[in-house]
């Protein structure tokens, strides 16, 4: 049974400034998360990475389709049930200041969820507690971090303090959205291997979001790679295979585009695609067929009337109709 498991799952908004128009954020989207493993979302902005991190910890809820937990529907969950969901899947938000309350010390909030939840007797085993996590993330000494305000810590600390806030409620699952696009290049990979420490230590599955492909190459090494694009799944493999061999011309697009100081590292595989349009198409009114063809060097007539769905190929999945030919 899969930890977390979206099934066919849709996501459609009110757009804000088009009365009577819709946002189709996510469409059809299938996902299975299994019990210690890493997940790389990638993809660009607007592609609805965000949204289906936020499916997962039922932040929104799916306009059609199903999020299940341990194999239940979460909408069908007892209340006891969903308690042990909320605790069981966190999330990591990308802005680290406004995820605390600007308002109460790092102690005050942190310690909250631990008495409410009843995982800490009182507020003397939660200072222990957090102690013990903060001297694991790297804070050290922890009780000058603990009494201290968020404006009074700088962005790569208040990062590593939203992890050791989620690992303090002992989750199964930590969806990181763009966890370290906010801190300094220097500290990027320190936060990225405390969340591997912590999947191989503890065994959390990571749901990792990211436009980075380096970094999402970095934490999920001997995970999964999804590539998104205007709300669909287009891809999904192996990471390494994936990179290597990259099956939708857009997820090659993507690997291509990334800057290269030695050319030579390349090794000739990914060659540049030359695409016909670098502006992605409107979410609102999505182009018919495959959403990617207006931008695709290789579409032809069916490309442009029938949209592909995810198939299997080369041991992953991808949604394209061409795929066996380029």
Not at 149 to 171: C, E, K, N, T
Not at 213 to 240: D, F, K, S
Request: aromatic share 6%; charged share 25%.
């Amino acid at each position: 049974m899969s930890l977390m498991e979206l099934k066919d799952v849709s996501v459609t908004f009110d757009a804000e400034q088009r009365k009577g128009q819709k946002v189709r954020a996510l469409v059809g989207l299938n996902l299975k998360i299994e019990p210690g493993e890493i997940v790389a979302v990638v993809g660009e902005s607007g592609c609805g990475k965000t949204t289906l991190g936020k499916v997962l910890v039922d932040i929104y809820q799916p306009t059609e389709g199903q999020a299940l937990y341990n194999g239940k529907d979460l909408r069908s969950l007892t209340k006891e049930e969903y308690r042990k969901y909320r605790l069981g899947v966190q999330m990591i938000h990308q802005d680290s200041y406004a995820a605390l309350n600007p308002n109460r010390t790092i102690f005050q909030s942190l310690s909250l969820p631990l008495l409410q939840h009843k995982l800490v007797k009182n507020k003397d085993e939660a200072w222990g507690l957090l102690s013990e996590l903060f001297e694991e993330i790297g804070l050290n000494p922890a009780r000058l971090f603990l009494e201290k305000y968020p404006h009074q810590l700088s962005g790569g600390q208040r990062q590593r303090i939203l992890l050791a806030r989620a690992l303090s409620v002992r989750p199964s699952l930590i969806v990181a959205d763009e966890p370290v696009s906010m801190v300094d290049v220097s500290l990027r990979i320190s936060l990225l291997d405390l969340m591997a420490r912590a999947n191989k230590k503890y065994g959390i599955s990571f749901v990792y979001i990211t436009h980075d492909l380096g970094t999402a190459r970095y934490i999920a090494q001997h995970g999964r790679i999804a590539v998104m694009y205007l709300g669909r799944m287009v891809e999904l493999n192996q990471i390494q295979a994936a990179l290597d061999k990259p099956a939708h011309p857009y997820f090659h697009a993507l690997i291509a585009a990334v800057p290269e100081a030695d050319p030579t590292l390349r090794g000739g595989k990914i060659a540049q695609l030359p695409l016909k349009s670098f502006d992605m198409p409107s979410v609102i009114n999505a182009p018919p067929g495959c959403k990617f063809h207006p931008r695709c060097p290789y579409a032809n007539e069916r490309c442009g009337t029938e949209e592909p769905k995810l198939r299997e190929f080369r041991g992953g999945l991808v949604a394209c109709h061409l795929v066996e030919t380029i």
